[in-house]
């Protein structure tokens, strides 16, 4: 068996209902768990693994403790035991700092969170890819452009609605294609996924690594700044990201905005199976319908 305890607490702010508090050597654990039809196969729980290995002591990340491989035969999820990291989740921070209108704390959090999508941006790969094997192998992505990638996701929209948001498409791929190196991904980056001191508001952690692949240097950021769009909080990420890796802050968030395109026309295409795309669905349809990267349907 293994080395953790069985009796499994669901921890809240997912939607993948896998994630789950245990214990482990007497000590608080984290369990996530793999179904067998996980679409990166059997070796996911190492790839995460071996993400992890790769960004300690660069990025606060818990330590590894136990790691099974899926066995689609006997129908056994796999699974990652990782050490459970103190502090707050950032989406509860975001949240509590702006009901409390405390603008200093909301952009001294943004630095804190903002300096770990740059350091993410730092972080080099050769070219762009799905990791593959616990080597960290790099596949090939499909060979599909965000155009396409629009019309097969969102076939289900009106034909104008789509065509709307092809003129946003173009100006935005020729924004990316400035920038033609490739680094770490986490391709999950936003405050609900990070854990916070609530005193210092330094991030003690950075979870959920599961989509992580090498890709564009914007995507986290765009991830980051997809729905807290605080100014001051805003002020502290740019302010941090381009201390780091440079470029006049408004050209990067354009850029931002342009590489979260991709992620949110898959989010939109899932509308109705949870908040998070949901709420996706209703800015992506925001940005087609003005034409504006920076549109926000949602009210201050």
């Known amino acids: 068996m293994s080395a953790f ?78 050490s459970w990291l103190p502090g707050e989740r950032g989406d509860l921070v975001v949240q509590r700092l702006t009901a409390a209108g405390d603008a200093e704390a909301l952009r001294r959090l943004g630095g804190h969170t903002g300096a770990v999508a740059g350091a993410l941006a730092g972080m080099p790969m050769l070219r762009p890819g799905h990791f593959t094997d616990p080597d960290l192998g790099l596949g090939r992505f499909p060979d599909i452009g965000l155009l396409e990638w629009v019309e097969a996701r969102l076939a289900h929209w009106p034909e104008e609605d789509r065509a709307a948001l092809g003129e946003v498409v173009w100006p935005a791929l020729e924004l990316l294609d400035t920038v033609r190196r490739s680094c770490l991904v986490h391709s999950d980056l936003n405050p609900k996924n990070l854990l916070v001191d609530p005193h210092t508001l330094e991030v003690t952690g950075v979870l959920d690594w599961e989509y992580a692949h090498a890709g564009h240097p914007w995507t986290d950021l765009g991830n980051l700044l997809r729905f807290d769009r605080q100014p001051a909080y805003v002020d502290g990420v740019l302010t941090a990201w381009t201390s780091l890796r440079g470029g006049e802050r408004d050209a990067v968030l354009e850029g931002a905005r342009a590489a979260d395109l991709w992620a949110l026309v898959d989010l939109a295409a899932r509308e109705g199976t949870n908040p998070v795309a949901d709420r996706s669905a209703t800015l992506l349809r925001a940005v087609a319908a003005t034409g504006d990267l920076h549109a926000w349907p949602f009210g201050t």
Not at 56 to 62: D, E, I, K, T
């Open 5 to 82: 305890d069985a009796s499994l607490a669901p921890l809240a702010g997912g939607h993948s209902g896998r994630t789950f508090l245990g214990e482990a050597g007497g000590e608080r654990a984290v369990v996530r768990l793999y179904p067998p039809d996980d679409p990166r196969g059997a070796a996911a729980p190492e790839v995460d693994q071996a993400a992890l290995q790769l960004v300690r002591g660069l990025l606060p990340v818990p330590e590894v403790l136990e790691v099974r491989r899926a066995d689609p035969a006997a129908g056994r999820p796999g699974l990652l035991v990782t």
